[in-house]
């Protein structure tokens, strides 16, 4: 298997590229990144690992990163850090449909994008946690959430495309206090099963795993921690 992983040095894609390499250690892992600097030494020097340093506008490298691939995983988002001076033009939504055309381009079918519960799915039911969080995110980063949920229309438009949209909302401060960090459960919101509260090293362990059960085909699962 091959596979490209773009947000790379992110927490999630640092934690999605170890979790490849563990499971899949004699295979191909292509790592897009804007800053290769960031990238923890453990993966940097890896004789599997293949990393590309450019911005998500590089359509060049864009389609080098695509070159032989059989799956995407995108960890990009935007974050709230800008607060109500982040644009409102979606940037990321932009990247993610540069990205996907790269990948019909090169006949690469398989995706999976990390994103959060501000995209909803018509499976979902009434959550007071998850609608409080909802509101107060998009209060005070309503272009953050608009490009959230362009995110989530532009992967769900994509009809020929296996796609999986991966729901996280919040994060355990530390997984080393939970009895089984790589354990997830996967649902829906309001579903009595799903919390808002999710394992890093579960989402990773439950994503790369995904790449080969493919339970979740063209499915936006919420995932908490036990």
């Known amino acids: 298997m091959r596979l490209v992983i773009f947000g790379a040095t992110g927490t999630m894609g640092v934690l999605l590229a170890r979790q490849f390499l ?11 990144m804007r800053c290769a600097a ?9 004789p599997c690992v293949v990393t590309i340093e450019a ?19 995108i960890a990009l988002g935007p974050t ?32 999976i994008a990390l994103t ?5 799915d018509p499976a979902d039911q009434f959550s007071l946690p998850v609608v409080f969080l909802r509101r107060t995110f998009a209060a005070l980063a309503p272009n953050v959430v608009k490009d959230i949920r362009a995110i989530g229309a532009v992967v769900r438009d994509q009809g020929d495309l296996d796609w999986t949209l991966v729901r996280l909302a919040l ?5 080393s206090e939970a009895g089984n960090p790589s354990e997830v459960i996967a649902g829906y919101v309001g579903d009595g099963k799903t919390r808002v509260m999710s394992s890093r090293l579960g989402a ?12 979740w085909i063209r499915k936006a699962p919420m995932l908490s921690a036990p």
């Open 22 to 32: 563990a499971i899949y250690p004699s295979c191909t892992l292509v790592l897009h």
């Open 80 to 111: 709230g850090r800008k607060g109500p001076f982040y644009p409102s033009n979606t940037p990321i939504a932009a990247a993610y449909a540069r990205i996907i055309a790269q990948m019909r381009a090169h006949g690469v079918c398989r995706l």
């Open 116 to 120: 959060t519960p501000s995209v909803r």
């Open 38 to 46: 960031k990238l923890p030494p453990d993966l940097a020097d890896d």
């Open 204 to 215: 990773a362990t439950f994503v790369i795993q995904e790449l080969e059960k493919r339970e």
């Open 55 to 73: 911005q998500l506008d590089d359509m060049d490298n864009l389609a080098k990163a695509m070159e032989g691939v059989d799956a995407v995983i």
């Open 171 to 175: 994060h355990r401060e530390s997984d």
